[in-house]
């Protein structure tokens, strides 16, 4: 097996935001949700929770209230708009204004046509949803104080709505306040928050408030049936299940705290509202809870999104996935050794360090002789938030797009040795007539065409000049919905470009020729990286359930090794959670596949025999590699190292050196604000 250098880089500061909202979808199985600096993120949770898409958000911009409606999604915020988001191009569709303030919660009737809104102002707001439009309808009567949470009847006739130190009952059609649930105070002083409400089929509201308390109400006759003291600190949300027996509460105190709706004795038909269980595994302050299917799903404000297994099955009943994006922000120019990161309304290029020492020891820490150089900082027009960005072989180009349009840069290095290289942008400022945005980019490896995978489904291709670029041809999706593509490749040699869309479309196309080549089998599972082997025409596909596939485009079909691995395919490899990100070759053997998620890289030696279904190909409790050449049962194909956490980038150069760009937990942790402070056995 080979040995490489390692250029391990911990200097790319990517910070997570925290998750303000969470709402499913049954229909698609999607979750969408969103996060402080008002991005929005779409969940597969059919694909084993793939991060499939990012709609990015801006900084005057909050998401303060996501819903789905008839497949569509719909987020408002302080700016007191409701917006209908596309999904396909990932931008705003239609926008309309809630006119009472900014908006704080949001929801939906059960048959899916009107929206109700509530508001700074004290307004329900009703939204016209049919027609595939959103419509201002009316608004009921105004109260006092804020609304801060909501909730539709499934009569569809009652909406139930919490604010300061009340809950009220509304009739929908005369508009009128129909109850008003006074809550207690702890502190005279101090007023009680309804932070969050549901209400079942029955008429039992659920609310959770800022004194701690999850509270189960007759909203027949407005009386308190049971509550519970069940948080150390306010109850920022409360779900309940399809079946409406089973509620759960979280918020600034993270303990998830389980409710199910039993008969207080055997065979009685008497039921009551039991607090069964408490699960602690948020470090802070849980900001949104929602049941998906089987599983309840929570996110806050330490970024990790967790679900919970309500059925019992065979393994672990929960997980956690961390806030890492499926399309690496990290770009290296191989021949120049230059790395940029991407963040949201920047870009950094950073000069890779050097050192002339080598050694036989694995793991050795090599003296440098030059330390890496941060040579620019490029903001984007205007704080637009980038929505991908792409850097020539010798770095010698930029380009990134944002949802408006795609920019060009010429980038000149001069004196590229010396400690602080003299280094020079000009932005290219003509962009040719028909250009569109883009969702990914790429160079070819002259840095001579430009490729873009437009929002709009189509793949474009443009000729890269410092005064008038030209647009050569635009590559037309004939679907009957075209999807843009979340994946690019392109081929070492400029021949050929690869794009990949969320319905598995896989298609080859000819950048000299202009033509569309072939296009891949489609599969059930969606692509999550692909490359093209630099040797000869052979694309790699890794997808959502860890199937990997070899296509070669001259022969149409897939190749004799791709159709023996998934044969051979190995149990240990396919229960993992964590997706392929990023596929690259050794250039010391081109038959050495190098692939990685966040949690491990991995050599496939497609020399090499496929282990047995018995071989332990890593060990579970420590994720370390067990089988090392010559011990224990024997060479196989799978080269596992599980050093970096989290591992966001792996790029091999063209000598033998490896770039890891690794984001440890504790450092996108150490900025997090203090948590509630909690008293623990034994301090």
């Given at each position: 097996?080979?040995?490489?250098?390692?250029?391990?880089?911990?200097?790319?500061?990517?910070?997570?935001?925290?998750?303000?909202?969470?709402?499913?979808?049954?229909?698609?199985?999607?979750?969408?949700?969103?996060?402080?600096?008002?991005?929005?993120?779409?969940?597969?949770?059919?694909?084993?929770?793939?991060?499939?898409?990012?709609?990015?958000?801006?900084?005057?911009s909050s998401v303060e209230a996501i819903v789905w409606c008839q497949q569509r999604l719909f987020t408002a915020g302080l700016n007191g708009d409701v917006t209908e988001h596309d999904l396909l191009q990932l931008a705003p569709k239609a926008s309309v204004s809630s006119n009472a303030g900014a908006v704080w919660c949001l929801t939906v009737n059960r048959s899916q046509t009107y929206a109700?809104?509530?508001?700074?102002?004290?307004?329900?707001?009703?939204?016209?949803?049919?027609?595939?439009?959103?419509?201002?309808?009316?608004?009921?009567?105004?109260?006092?104080?804020?609304?801060?949470?909501?909730?539709?009847?499934?009569?569809?006739?009652?909406?139930?709505?919490?604010?300061?130190?009340?809950?009220?009952?509304?009739?929908?059609?005369?508009?009128?306040?129909?109850?008003?649930?006074?809550?207690?105070?702890?502190?005279?002083?101090?007023?009680?928050?309804?932070?969050?409400?549901?209400?079942?089929?029955?008429?039992?509201?659920?609310?959770?408030?800022?004194?701690?308390?999850?509270?189960?109400?007759?909203?027949?006759?407005?009386?308190?049936?049971?509550?519970?003291?069940?948080?150390?600190?306010?109850?920022?949300?409360?779900?309940?299940?399809?079946?409406?027996?089973?509620?759960?509460?979280?918020?600034?105190?993270?303990?998830?705290?389980?409710?199910?709706?039993?008969?207080?004795?055997?065979?009685?038909?008497?039921?009551?509202?039991?607090?069964?269980?408490i699960r602690s595994q948020h470090t802070h302050d849980v900001r949104a809870v929602t049941f998906a299917g089987d599983c309840v799903i929570t996110g806050g404000v330490d970024c990790y999104l967790i679900f919970n297994q309500l059925e019992k099955r065979k393994g672990k009943m929960w997980r956690k996935i961390p806030a890492l994006p499926s399309m690496s922000p990290v770009h290296v120019?191989?021949?120049?050794?230059?790395?940029?990161?991407?963040?949201?309304?920047?870009?950094?290029?950073?000069?890779?360090?050097?050192?002339?020492?080598?050694?036989?020891?694995?793991?050795?820490?090599?003296?440098?002789?030059?330390?890496?150089?941060?040579?620019?900082?490029?903001?984007?027009?205007?704080?637009?938030?980038?929505?991908?960005?792409?850097?020539?072989?010798?770095?010698?180009?930029?380009?990134?797009?944002?949802?408006?349009?795609?920019?060009?840069?010429?980038?000149?290095?001069?004196?590229?040795?010396?400690?602080?290289?003299?280094?020079?942008?000009?932005?290219?400022?003509?962009?040719?007539?028909?250009?569109?945005?883009?969702?990914?980019?790429?160079?070819?490896?002259?840095?001579?065409?430009?490729?873009?995978?437009?929002?709009?489904?189509?793949?474009?291709?443009?000729?890269?000049?410092?005064?008038?670029?030209?647009?050569?041809?635009?590559?037309?999706?004939?679907?009957?919905?075209?999807?843009?593509?979340?994946?690019?490749?392109?081929?070492?040699?400029?021949?050929?470009?690869?794009?990949?869309?969320?319905?598995?479309?896989?298609?080859?196309?000819?950048?000299?020729?202009?033509?569309?080549?072939?296009?891949?089998?489609?599969?059930?599972?969606?692509?999550?990286?692909?490359?093209?082997?630099?040797?000869?025409?052979?694309?790699?596909?890794?997808?959502?359930?860890?199937?990997?596939?070899?296509?070669?485009?001259?022969?149409?079909?897939?190749?004799?090794?791709?159709?023996?691995?998934?044969?051979?395919?190995?149990?240990?490899?396919?229960?993992?959670?964590?997706?392929?990100?990023?596929?690259?070759?050794?250039?010391?053997?081109?038959?050495?596949?190098?692939?990685?998620?966040?949690?491990?890289?991995?050599?496939?030696?497609?020399?090499?025999?496929?282990?047995?279904?018995?071989?332990?190909?890593?060990?579970?409790?420590?994720?370390?590699?067990?089988?090392?050449?010559?011990?224990?049962?024997?060479?196989?194909?799978?080269?596992?190292?599980?050093?970096?956490?989290?591992?966001?980038?792996?790029?091999?150069?063209?000598?033998?050196?490896?770039?890891?760009?690794?984001?440890?937990?504790?450092?996108?942790?150490?900025?997090?604000?203090p948590s509630l402070k909690q008293k623990k056995f034994g301090t």
């Amino acid at each position: 097996m080979a040995e490489f250098r390692v250029h391990h880089i911990r200097f790319f500061e990517y910070v997570p935001k925290a998750i303000h909202c969470l709402a499913y979808e049954e229909a698609s199985e999607r979750l969408a949700l969103s996060r402080s600096d008002g991005s929005v993120e779409i969940w597969s949770i059919e694909d084993n929770w793939y991060q499939e898409k990012v709609l990015p958000g801006s900084a005057s911009s909050s998401v303060e209230a996501i819903v789905w409606c008839q497949q569509r999604l719909f987020t408002a915020g302080l700016n007191g708009d409701v917006t209908e988001h596309d999904l396909l191009q990932l931008a705003p569709k239609a926008s309309v204004s809630s006119n009472a303030g900014a908006v704080w919660c949001l929801t939906v009737n059960r048959s899916q046509t009107y929206a109700a809104a509530g508001t700074e102002e004290g307004c329900i707001v009703l939204f016209d949803m049919k027609d595939n439009s959103i419509q201002y309808d009316r608004a009921l009567d105004k109260q006092e104080g804020r609304i801060l949470s909501i909730a539709w009847h499934v009569g569809e006739e009652t909406i139930v709505t919490g604010s300061i130190d009340n809950i009220r009952i509304w009739n929908v059609r005369s508009g009128h306040a129909t109850q008003r649930i006074t809550l207690g105070r702890q502190d005279s002083n101090k007023e009680t928050i309804v932070w969050s409400v549901a209400v079942t089929s029955d008429m039992t509201i659920i609310s959770g408030d800022s004194r701690g308390k999850t509270s189960f109400w007759n909203g027949k006759q407005g009386t308190l049936i049971k509550h519970y003291q069940s948080h150390k600190a306010d109850v920022l949300s409360v779900c309940v299940n399809k079946d409406e027996d089973c509620v759960f509460s979280s918020g600034i105190d993270p303990s998830l705290v389980q409710f199910e709706y039993t008969p207080t004795q055997d065979e009685s038909d008497w039921k009551m509202w039991v607090r069964s269980s408490i699960r602690s595994q948020h470090t802070h302050d849980v900001r949104a809870v929602t049941f998906a299917g089987d599983c309840v799903i929570t996110g806050g404000v330490d970024c990790y999104l967790i679900f919970n297994q309500l059925e019992k099955r065979k393994g672990k009943m929960w997980r956690k996935i961390p806030a890492l994006p499926s399309m690496s922000p990290v770009h290296v120019a191989k021949a120049a050794k230059i790395v940029m990161f991407q963040y949201a309304d920047y870009l950094e290029l950073w000069r890779l360090g050097s050192t002339n020492k080598t050694s036989d020891k694995s793991g050795e820490i090599l003296p440098l002789k030059t330390n890496p150089v941060k040579l620019l900082q490029l903001k984007s027009k205007g704080g637009e938030t980038i929505v991908c960005c792409a850097l020539s072989d010798n770095a010698e180009w930029l380009a990134y797009s944002d949802t408006e349009a795609v920019r060009l840069y010429q980038i000149t290095i001069e004196d590229t040795e010396v400690i602080s290289p003299q280094i020079s942008v000009n932005r290219v400022r003509y962009s040719p007539p028909g250009t569109k945005p883009a969702h990914r980019l790429a160079f070819t490896r002259n840095a001579t065409n430009l490729v873009s995978a437009a929002s709009d489904g189509c793949v474009q291709l443009l000729a890269v000049d410092a005064v008038q670029p030209t647009l050569l041809h635009t590559f037309v999706n004939d679907a009957e919905i075209p999807e843009p593509s979340h994946l690019l490749a392109l081929s070492l040699d400029g021949k050929y470009a690869a794009t990949a869309d969320h319905s598995s479309n896989i298609h080859v196309y000819s950048i000299r020729k202009h033509k569309h080549v072939c296009s891949l089998p489609r599969y059930s599972a969606q692509p999550t990286a692909l490359a093209f082997n630099p040797e000869h025409a052979n694309i790699v596909v890794a997808y959502s359930d860890q199937k990997i596939v070899e296509y070669s485009v001259p022969g149409m079909e897939y190749t004799v090794w791709s159709r023996q691995f998934n044969k051979h395919v190995h149990p240990q490899w396919t229960r993992r959670h964590s997706k392929i990100t990023h596929i690259t070759f050794s250039p010391q053997n081109r038959d050495q596949i190098i692939l990685h998620d966040e949690q491990m890289f991995c050599i496939l030696d497609k020399t090499q025999p496929f282990p047995s279904p018995d071989t332990k190909l890593y060990n579970k409790s420590a994720w370390q590699m067990e089988c090392q050449p010559g011990q224990g049962q024997g060479q196989h194909c799978f080269h596992i190292c599980s050093k970096f956490k989290y591992l966001l980038y792996l790029e091999v150069l063209q000598d033998d050196w490896l770039v890891a760009v690794e984001r440890t937990p504790m450092a996108m942790t150490e900025n997090f604000p203090p948590s509630l402070k909690q008293k623990k056995f034994g301090t």
